[in-house]
């Protein structure tokens, strides 16, 4: 195997689609996305984008940024204003190589023969999660330092909504019936957008701002042309979507996520505090989860963070890991 660095995203274009139509990887490793981070927030002499190739075939992609002596995958550096926008950290591979723990083992010893050869001394992985295989594999490692970082909650969408609100305890039972009960009295519906449109963009930014000080504070000029871009682009397997709940022909909630075959992604949410009595934020999630229950669709997602309303709606807890590894141990 070699390990060799790209120069040009568009070198790699073909093969990374391949291996990532053969992943369940999220849009965070597509290449639109890496490619869209590296340009606006990396300088490009500190892009690692490194292709694996066996036999002259490519059969890994990683994209790292070199950050001093250690590199970190491309989106895991906070910015702007310290703040972190990429949830899931993981490489694509293909897929008898995934299956394989040797040929898999060999991908890793070959990057880290090379990160070495660029006086490269740490390789830091954030936000693996605790059900992948690039986790699995790294917690074997002696010598990998492993810490837990943040959860992932989520729901499991193979059920019918009868069944996931039995499956709720009592109390958060009784009081989404309540919550929901209170709004089907008000002239209120879902809209789904498969396409997002800059005017539904700009409602959704808006109220994203309205929710609290805090993220009124994350979501600078900057940080909003950042979100209008990742609305745009196209992630092959992945689709950006936004979600809003209107009441009386007034948009009152919005959420912005992605969607694939099987599974809805949750990226970031916003809400009118005017209209906080009918629970418009918490609601508009339990909304497209009732869409949802019982479809193709498995896994509602949450994605980073342990916000409370998540755990009100019965979310379980996905771990998500940080890992550090000294390549000189090797």
């Known amino acids: 195997m070699k390990c060799i660095r790209v120069n040009h995203f568009e070198e790699i274009e073909t093969d990374w689609l391949r291996l990532f139509y053969q992943e369940t990887s999220s849009p965070f490793q597509s290449l639109s996305y890496i490619k869209l981070f590296s340009q606006n927030f990396c300088n490009w002499e ?3 984008i ?8 490519v059969v890994a992609i990683l994209a790292l940024e070199k950050i001093a002596t250690q590199t970190i995958l491309i989106g895991m550096k906070p910015v702007l204003g310290k703040e972190e926008i990429t949830d899931y950290g993981d490489i694509i591979v293909a897929s008898d190589y995934q299956s394989n723990s040797d040929l898999y083992l060999k991908i890793w010893k070959t990057v880290f023969l090379y990160l070495k050869t660029q006086q490269i001394d740490v390789l830091q992985l954030d936000y693996l999660k605790q059900d992948s295989l690039i986790f699995n594999f790294f917690n074997k490692l002696p010598q990998a330092n492993i810490k837990e970082a943040e959860v992932a909650p989520f729901i499991n969408l193979n059920q019918s909504w009868d069944s996931y609100l039995t499956s709720l305890k009592r109390v958060e039972r009784k009081e989404l019936k309540r919550k929901i009960k209170r709004l089907e009295i008000q002239n209120f519906k879902l809209v789904e957008l498969d396409y997002v449109k800059k005017e539904d963009f700009d409602d959704f930014i808006r109220l994203h701002r309205l929710s609290d000080d805090t993220k ?11 979100f209008w871009q990742v609305s745009q682009i196209n992630y092959s397997l992945w689709k950006a979507k936004l979600w809003f709940l209107e009441i009386d022909n007034k948009k009152v909630a919005a959420i912005m996520g992605f969607i694939s075959d099987n599974r809805l992604l949750m990226y ?3 809400f009118d505090p005017a209209f906080s009595y009918y629970s418009v934020g918490l609601l508009s999630h339990a909304l497209i989860m009732q869409k949802y229950f019982n479809s193709k669709y498995q896994i509602y997602d949450f994605m980073r963070g342990s916000e409370r309303y998540k755990y ?3 979310a379980k807890n996905l771990q998500l890991y940080r890992v ?6 090797f």
């Open 268 to 270: 970031n949410s916003g």
């Open 216 to 226: 009124e504070k994350f979501m600078s000029e900057e940080m909003a042309s950042f």
């Open 312 to 314: 009100d709606l019965g």
């Open 46 to 48: 500190n892009v690692y």
């Open 324 to 329: 550090n590894l000294n390549l000189n141990s």
């Open 50 to 57: 490194l292709k694996i190739t066996d036999n002259k075939k």
